[in-house]
């Protein structure tokens, strides 16, 4: 079993920024792919960013690209989502999951955080 706690989300004004850190325990993460997915009120759960195993495979949803950066550090047992030039479209509770498997993952993941909230004023 992974346990997993997403901190990081807040109130900011639109064009800043937010750092969404994902910490991990119960196992190490390495040999899971990891996920980062958000879901606004009214809408599905959308991928917004993953990342393989090793971190040498990442995947953006187009509304990510360019804006946010994936990481991991298996040492720290830790995923962060760096969020820039924030958009109020951006607004959504944010949820780390975890994938039993190395490979770069886009849905089907196996643990989920309880997801922290985002919102992003104009």
């Known amino acids: 079993q992974v346990q997993l706690v997403e901190s990081g989300g807040g109130l900011v004004q639109a064009g800043n920024s937010l750092r969404l850190s994902c910490a991990a325990s119960?196992?190490?993460?390495?040999?899971?792919?990891m996920g980062w997915f958000r879901q606004a009120p009214g809408k599905v759960r959308e991928i917004v960013a993953a990342i393989s195993g090793s971190g040498g495979r990442t995947y953006y949803a187009d509304s990510a690209k360019g804006r946010f950066t994936i990481s991991r550090d298996n040492a720290k047992n830790t995923v962060d989502l760096q969020m820039n030039s924030l958009k109020p479209e951006d607004t959504a509770v944010y949820y780390c999951?975890?994938?039993?498997?190395?490979?770069?993952?886009?849905?089907?993941?196996?643990?989920w955080g309880p997801g922290t909230q985002v919102t992003v004023s104009s």
């Open positions: 119960g196992r190490t993460i390495s040999m899971y792919a």
């Open positions: 999951a975890a994938d039993r498997g190395p490979y770069l993952a886009l849905s089907g993941y196996d643990y």
